[in-house]
């Protein structure tokens, strides 16, 4: 027996898991302490009660989430609003020093699929979706580019991507902030009290202290609205001239649209006048977790029966990589030093997870250390942003080279 859920209803049902999650994560310890996504934990009830349904001939589900991208591209062109170059600029070196890092763990983290895939016999691509699609790129990009995947003939790309990404949350969170206490208690490191004139400039920058009301969230809405409407047009020509090399591979929707974002933002900031990031940022997170909703309680579960020693091997092969690499490579490459300590825990966090998993670690760690200034300003503009476009690039550059 299969059941149609159309649009609304998909709509309506990922809503009411959420608030479930919502309710459950506020009952149990170990979803808030590990910070684990109120649409995560509903939707996977939800798919593994539809895992149990399906597996005993019982019933299974046929939905319209067709609204799934709608809701993906309003949260990422809220993103696209982060992208100040004042503060930017303000974050010198530093801040590119960490970009390069963050993108060589993104390589890594694709290189090592791609390697194991012949001995565990996986197809490349398949492999390929525990890489950066699910680990740097989260649910988000991963519900983007599975699909993708799957239009190309690989089947059970969208579930290993989502299975993957869910992981990644996981581990995200269990690693990232004691990864950062060892080494701080372990070398000794101390916090420089000291703030100097210019991260109390970027401070200020990133400072917002006007309330919210309805006018400034009407506001909001509209540039939003506006930025998804002018950018998929930008899109589109991407995807025309990434055509012409490579017809097989194109770009994600919501591209353009983060594009068209950041240049509005910086027009706003030009004119000294935009207010209302906070507002953006608020109707981003609202439909993050509607969309999360419907691409966890989609998840077709039983796809991943036929993979799961493979995919426990690539995934434990991704773990090591994230413990080693911060650990030996991020935190002496970023200074050695506490500022660095804080910031290698947030790189776990969305290289593995996502940048809430990495504001999470960095909570956690300067709860119980102090505060880094640094470690504020450029984990949430790398991870939230500028890691976003070249994980999509790379992904992009791998699929097209892969047989």
Same mark, same amino acid.
């Given at each position: 027996?299969?059941?149609?859920?159309?649009?609304?209803?998909?709509?309506?049902?990922?809503?009411?898991?959420?608030?479930?999650?919502?309710?459950?994560?506020?009952?149990?310890?170990?979803?808030? *302490?590990?910070?684990?996504?109120?649409?995560?934990?509903?939707?996977?009830?939800?798919?593994?009660?539809? #895992?149990?349904?399906?597996?005993?001939?019982?019933?299974?589900?046929?939905?319209?989430?067709?609204?799934?991208?709608?809701?993906?591209?309003?949260?990422?062109?809220?993103?696209?609003?982060?992208?100040?170059?004042?503060?930017?600029?303000?974050?010198?070196?530093?801040?590119?020093?960490?970009?390069?890092?963050?993108?060589?763990?993104?390589?890594?983290?694709?290189?090592?699929?791609?390697?194991?895939?012949?001995?565990?016999?996986?197809? /490349?691509?398949?492999?390929?979706?525990?890489?950066?699609?699910?680990? /740097?790129?989260?649910?988000?990009?991963?519900?983007?580019?599975?699909? =993708?995947?799957?239009?190309?003939?690989?089947?059970?790309?969208?579930?290993?991507?989502?299975?993957?990404?869910?992981?990644?949350?996981?581990?995200?969170?269990?690693?990232?902030?004691?990864?950062?206490?060892?080494?701080?208690?372990? *070398?000794?490191?101390?916090?420089?009290?000291?703030?100097?004139?210019?991260?109390?400039?970027?401070?200020?920058?990133?400072?917002?202290?006007?309330?919210?009301?309805?006018?400034?969230?009407?506001?909001?809405?509209?540039?939003?609205?506006?930025?998804?409407?002018?950018?998929?047009?930008?899109?589109?020509? #991407?995807?025309?001239?990434?055509?012409?090399?490579?017809? $097989?591979?194109?770009?994600?929707?919501?591209?353009?649209?983060?594009?068209?974002?950041?240049?509005?933002?910086?027009?706003?900031?030009? !004119?000294?006048?935009?207010?209302?990031?906070?507002?953006?940022?608020?109707?981003?997170?609202?439909?993050?977790?509607?969309?999360?909703?419907?691409?966890? /309680?989609?998840?077709?579960?039983?796809? =991943?029966?036929?993979?799961?020693?493979?995919?426990?091997?690539?995934?434990?092969?991704?773990?090591?990589?994230?413990?080693?690499?911060?650990?030996?490579?991020?935190?002496?490459?970023?200074?050695?030093?506490?500022?660095?300590?804080?910031? $290698?825990?947030?790189?776990?966090?969305?290289?593995?997870?996502?940048?809430?998993?990495?504001?999470?670690?960095?909570?956690?760690?300067?709860? *119980?250390?102090?505060?880094? !200034?640094?470690?504020?300003?450029?984990?949430?503009?790398?991870?939230?942003?500028?890691?976003?476009?070249?994980?999509?690039?790379?992904?992009?550059?791998?699929?097209?080279?892969?047989?």
């Amino acid at each position: 027996m299969i059941i149609p859920i159309n649009l609304y209803e998909s709509v309506g049902l990922a809503v009411l898991l959420l608030l479930l999650g919502k309710w459950l994560k506020s009952k149990i310890y170990f979803f808030r *302490k590990y910070a684990i996504p109120s649409p995560v934990i509903g939707g996977l009830l939800f798919a593994f009660a539809a #895992l149990a349904l399906q597996s005993t001939d019982v019933l299974s589900f046929q939905f319209d989430n067709s609204l799934q991208s709608f809701f993906m591209t309003i949260f990422f062109t809220s993103l696209g609003f982060n992208v100040s170059l004042k503060l930017l600029y303000k974050g010198g070196s530093i801040l590119l020093l960490f970009l390069l890092l963050s993108t060589i763990f993104s390589l890594l983290q694709n290189i090592i699929p791609i390697f194991l895939a012949n001995p565990l016999g996986v197809d /490349m691509r398949l492999a390929l979706m525990t890489g950066s699609t699910s680990l /740097m790129g989260g649910l988000g990009t991963s519900a983007a580019i599975a699909p =993708l995947v799957e239009e190309a003939g690989v089947t059970g790309a969208h579930a290993v991507a989502i299975a993957s990404a869910t992981f990644g949350l996981l581990l995200g969170s269990l690693m990232g902030a004691p990864i950062g206490n060892n080494l701080i208690t372990r *070398k000794k490191l101390h916090l420089n009290r000291k703030a100097d004139a210019e991260e109390l400039e970027i401070d200020a920058l990133k400072e917002n202290s006007i309330p919210m009301n309805g006018e400034r969230i009407t506001k909001a809405s509209f540039l939003i609205l506006i930025s998804m409407g002018i950018g998929v047009v930008f899109t589109d020509i #991407l995807n025309h001239f990434m055509g012409l090399w490579i017809g $097989t591979v194109k770009f994600p929707v919501y591209i353009g649209p983060m594009i068209a974002a950041a240049i509005i933002r910086n027009i706003f900031d030009a !004119r000294g006048d935009f207010t209302i990031n906070p507002e953006i940022q608020l109707l981003g997170d609202i439909c993050l977790n509607v969309f999360i909703s419907i691409a966890i /309680m989609t998840l077709r579960l039983w796809e =991943l029966s036929e993979l799961a020693l493979p995919l426990i091997v690539l995934l434990l092969a991704q773990v090591l990589l994230m413990y080693l690499f911060p650990r030996f490579i991020a935190f002496p490459v970023m200074g050695r030093n506490y500022d660095a300590a804080v910031s $290698t825990s947030g790189l776990v966090g969305f290289a593995m997870g996502s940048t809430a998993n990495a504001m999470a670690n960095l909570d956690s760690i300067c709860g *119980k250390f102090g505060y880094s !200034r640094l470690a504020y300003f450029i984990v949430p503009v790398v991870g939230a942003f500028f890691i976003d476009f070249i994980n999509v690039l790379m992904i992009t550059g791998f699929l097209a080279a892969l047989p």
